[in-house]
């Protein structure tokens, strides 16, 4: 039979003759238990957590446990609606707890809706405080996060700013006349060259050097092309 608020799977072995004698496992600890385990893994989230776990149905009947075990499911996260699973090991069963995790707290959102290909100024984009728990993990917080930085993406007004709808503004583009320095231990040297391909700073980028040979390199902030030895 499906329960309404938590969903039973369990087995052991057979249980004694006498029902009346059965110490059943108080469904009051098993929700504390998953809800301790919600506060020690959200502890670190920035922002107000608000945590809130589904009162088991009182038909649920399982044997008294001398030590619950809490994990998350396989799959599933402390953000939003999810699951905790409490077990016990002897004798064998597992309650799954409906867990709702809520999140209010700071976010960089769009003041106006932004085009796919436009680099974000500081007007774009203002901070604000919502319930955060709608947009996945990793929205921004602050305004350096994305300012001058490309929008990969469309942005509709209002909506967190996250790092997968930005890409880093371009310090090489594509056939760029460029500065390659190789260095080592002992030695530099300075020659000149032409991007192959766009690179944000820290990303690698081919060149096509003076002399024909083509060479690949880190894109650094002024727009040269290191190769370290």
């Given at each position: ?107 960089l959102v769009a003041t106006r809706s932004i085009g796919s290909g436009q680099v974000i100024a500081d007007q774009d984009v203002e901070v604000q405080i919502l319930d955060l728990t709608p947009y ?94």
């Amino acid at each position: 039979m499906l329960m309404r608020n938590i969903f039973l799977v369990f087995t052991f072995l057979p249980l004694l003759a006498t029902a009346d004698v059965i110490e059943w496992q108080s469904l009051e600890a098993v929700q504390s238990a998953a809800e301790s385990f919600v506060q020690e893994r959200t502890a670190n989230i920035d922002g107000d957590v608000s945590i809130s776990t589904a009162a088991p149905d009182k038909r649920i009947k399982v044997p008294s446990c001398d030590h619950l075990e809490t994990s998350l499911p396989s799959g599933n996260h402390l953000w939003g609606r999810t699951s905790v699973k409490v077990s016990c090991s002897s004798p064998r069963w597992a309650l799954y707890v409906p867990v709702t995790v809520r999140v209010t707290g700071k976010a960089l959102v769009a003041t106006r809706s932004i085009g796919s290909g436009q680099v974000i100024a500081d007007q774009d984009v203002e901070v604000q405080i919502l319930d955060l728990t709608p947009y996945p993990i990793g929205v921004f917080t602050r305004p350096e996060q994305a300012i001058g930085k490309t929008t990969a993406a469309n942005i509709p007004a209002g909506n967190p700013l996250r790092a997968e709808v930005l890409r880093a503004q371009f310090a090489v583009k594509q056939g760029q006349h460029v500065v390659v320095i190789a260095k080592g231990a002992s030695f530099k040297v300075t020659s000149e060259g032409v991007a192959m391909n766009n690179a944000a700073v820290g990303q690698i980028v081919g060149v096509k050097t003076s002399s024909g040979q083509m060479v690949k390199g880190i894109a650094t902030d002024n727009g040269m092309v290191e190769i370290n030895f």
